[in-house]
């Protein structure tokens, strides 16, 4: 090589060198932010809803009667078996001592988020094969994370599991965590293992794809090396905007962030690569290669990641927080996948020179292998006769299109939201054969004083309601009043957190507001009906807004409406098809029982 190749070749070395130190030093300080970012989880339903839904009103009327912001969020503890007054004795003096209970080592212990104003109750089932135990927590508290950076909630769960076991084995019952906070705590502890088992599998799949797309054992390295940079750079963005309270994550958004951004830095990868392929067969210097190939991939890589971006923001406009925030959770994983594939990918290319792509290294003699290979082919033919090719697999896809109308995407309890069996899920089933589904966790109805006995009487005959109490001081027994309210607990006969019980709620506001126009009907069952309604609302004004959006800019970048309404169609028949296809799938192979219905507007 000449001197001057040697020069010419130096100093872009140096720049590429130079770029991925950079990129280091980011991944060194975002990376074990993004390692953190579960620990700013929020994945209480309540949370999510808008100010003006009623079960946000009642939540925070509900709040003032403990004289503090919270809400009670009830952990229950099944004891099952043959029980006595002896076990029951037994159960009822070792609750009195759980509040005691440190938490994985800290100085931080279970009565630290207890509701205020509430008391461990111990209770046996009618039956009297069962005894019930209600921890309420307080749901603002267990929201928060411990002094060793870990989330409250699953502590509290795996805390009571190991000290409940011993004393229930001592007195021959078998013994369940379960209620709200088992069920929530043990869907943050599967998010927690999906986050890990989701990011494995997709850079799994990823890797396969690279290695059959690219036949070397060396070169998918560097766009999932790239692709898992740009992950690191966008959690640890997002941990810092979750800590400072500017967007919320729940365990569905940060599971979407990663496969996001591995599949989009993936996706603009090959872009970038084939295109370097094909110039290093043009150029001997490889520097020259990708000057000629990035000018060719920039603009379509950075109009590709601008749309999609710009279309998940348009979810800040969500009634829901969790949604709203997946709108820039999104679009900051995008945005780092287009900046590390523009930066990084290309520098650890050159850096690595034609070597990276044995065993099938690009030579430079000046033969256009773009004209060649399966491809090329399969493009030529579609060209030669392009009405067939339409036809044939616009028939594919309107037949999947069909199949989406049997899309169960209605709504799902918190039981059906597990694949397996944890204990909480088994010991909710087995709660509603010996209790009440509701019990420990009614629905509330904040009404005037004076509208006690009307409300009452007219609710007790809704769906569902198998007894109606008001809410007394536990110390004093005496009916609670605060600015003139009182509460009504309603015990319903399903589980509280189930689509059936929410299917309960409309009716039992009617049969409430007709007794009292000023009534608030909240409560676990309120919520998940509210979180479904905001969801369905969403649905039918996000995804027009986001297909109004992506018309104009294909129409800006295309320069032509007939083009972007084509391409629009297309994206149409896609959406439509992948439903059918998630539908054939979800009903048929994996018998999930349904979906959420914020699943179309996710897809």
């Not at 007219?458 to 809410?471: D, Q």
């Not at 007709?514 to 998940?528: E, F, K, M, P, Q």
């Amino acid at each position: 090589m000449s001197t001057q190749s040697v020069q010419k070749t130096r100093k872009p070395f140096a720049i590429a060198l130079l770029v991925v130190i950079v990129w280091f030093g980011i991944t060194g300080i975002f990376g074990p932010l993004f390692g953190k970012l579960s620990s700013v989880q929020e994945n209480n339903n309540s949370s999510f809803l808008p100010k003006g839904a009623e079960a946000t009103k009642a939540a925070d009327v509900i709040a003032t009667f403990s004289g503090k912001d919270s809400f009670n969020f009830p952990t229950l503890i099944l004891f099952e078996g043959t029980t006595t007054p002896e076990t029951f004795a037994a159960i009822n003096a070792h609750m009195s001592t759980v509040g005691g209970l440190t938490l994985d080592g800290t100085a931080s212990k279970i009565s630290d988020f207890l509701a205020p104003g509430q008391q461990i109750t111990v209770f046996p089932s009618q039956d009297g094969k069962a005894i019930l135990a209600n921890i309420p927590l307080d749901g603002n508290a267990i929201s928060k994370t411990l002094s060793n950076d870990k989330p409250v909630l699953p502590e509290v769960v795996a805390t009571l599991r190991a000290d409940i076991k011993p004393v229930a084995e001592a007195i021959g019952l078998t013994h369940y965590v379960t209620g709200p906070g088992g069920l929530l705590g043990d869907l943050f502890s599967a998010f927690g293992t999906l986050d890990s088992s989701l990011l494995l599998t997709t850079l799994g799949v990823v890797a396969i794809i690279l290695i059959l797309v690219y036949r070397s054992p060396i070169l998918w390295i560097i766009p999932l090396l790239s692709s898992l940079f740009a992950l690191s750079t966008a959690g640890g963005i997002v941990y810092l905007l979750a800590k400072k309270n500017i967007i919320d994550v729940d365990g569905q958004s940060q599971g979407i962030l990663s496969v996001l951004v591995i599949g989009a830095a993936t996706d603009y990868a090959l872009l970038l690569i084939a295109r370097y392929r094909e110039e290093l067969h043009l150029h001997e210097n490889r520097f020259d290669a990708m000057k000629s190939a990035y000018k060719g991939v920039w603009e379509p890589i950075l109009a590709s990641g601008s749309t999609v971006a710009i279309s998940l923001l348009i979810l800040l406009f969500s009634q829901l927080t969790n949604t709203a925030g997946l709108g820039p959770i999104g679009a900051i994983g995008i945005v780092c996948s287009m900046i590390t594939i523009l930066t990084l990918l290309p520098a650890l290319l050159l850096i690595f020179g034609r070597w990276i792509f044995w065993p099938r290294r690009p030579l430079f003699d000046g033969d256009d292998h773009v004209m060649s290979g399966p491809w090329s082919k399969l493009a030529n033919g579609i060209g030669r006769n392009p009405r067939k090719a339409w036809v044939v697999t616009g028939s594919v896809l309107l037949l999947f299109a069909f199949a989406s109308t049997t899309l169960k995407a209605d709504g799902i309890g918190t039981v059906d939201t597990f694949t397996g069996n944890p204990e909480s899920v088994v010991g909710q089933k087995l709660l509603v054969t010996h209790f009440p589904g509701g019990e420990g966790d009614p629905t509330q109805i904040v009404v005037a004083v004076d509208k006690i006995d009307a409300v009452t009487a007219a609710v007790k005959s809704g769906p569902g309601v198998t007894e109606i109490l008001p809410l007394v001081d536990p110390m004093t027994k005496v009916l609670k009043v605060v600015n003139n309210k009182a509460i009504l607990n309603l015990t319903l006969d399903k589980a509280p957190d189930s689509v059936e019980a929410g299917n309960d709620i409309p009716k039992i506001r009617e049969l409430a507001h007709a007794a009292d126009a000023s009534s608030l009907v909240g409560g676990t069952s309120a919520v998940y009906f509210d979180v479904r309604t905001a969801n369905n609302q969403d649905n039918k004004t996000i995804i027009p807004i986001i297909l109004l959006v992506i018309t104009i800019i294909l129409g800006l970048l295309l320069r032509s409406i007939l083009s972007a309404i084509v391409l629009l169609g297309t994206v149409l028949l896609s959406y439509f098809a992948t439903l059918g296809v998630c539908a054939l799938v979800f009903n048929h192979i994996f018998g999930f029982a349904g979906g959420d219905n914020s699943f179309p507007l996710f897809a």
